[in-house]
């Protein structure tokens, strides 16, 4: 009996695969648990459509994250933040933070798609790469100083 398969199955196949199982694996494993739907003519054009609906979806949003990141290139980001007398932090520099300060200037990147060694605890210049996913990679300058006090 050939299935489409509605989630990963170990050893069976992908999502959105057609494959062609026994009749008892299908009626007594497949179809109770809602992992597969059987391959009727009906269902094989309404699941191509809807694979070509995914993947032109896919295409948009690749490009869409290849033109923010081609906006980032070269961009430095400067914070001002209090320190102490051996150029230590009050705090850190975080994922969240650049996050926030790349909205301030219009661009959208998540949290989680900034890649940081460990948060900036000391003033100079760090390098903070964004991530993208399917080879999508950005360098960022992050440039932390001094905060001048008024009392100096």
Known sequence: MKVILKQ???DLGKVGEMVN???GFARNFLFPRKLAAEATEKRVKEFEHWKRVAESRQ???VADR???LDKIAGLQLV??????DEDKLFGS????DISDELE???HIVDKRDISLPEPIKILGQ???VIKMGEGLEQEVVVTVERLNDASE
Do not use: E, W
Not at 79 to 84: D, I, K, V
Not at 93 to 96: F, L
């Open 8 to 10: 990963d199955i170990k």
């Open 59 to 61: 295409k948009k949003a």
């Open 104 to 106: 301030k200037q219009g």
């Open 79 to 84: 914070f001002r933040l209090n320190a102490g």
């Open 66 to 68: 290849k033109a923010t």
């Open 93 to 96: 520099v975080t994922n969240k």
């Open 21 to 23: 199982v026994a009749n």
């Open 126 to 128: 760090h390098k903070a």
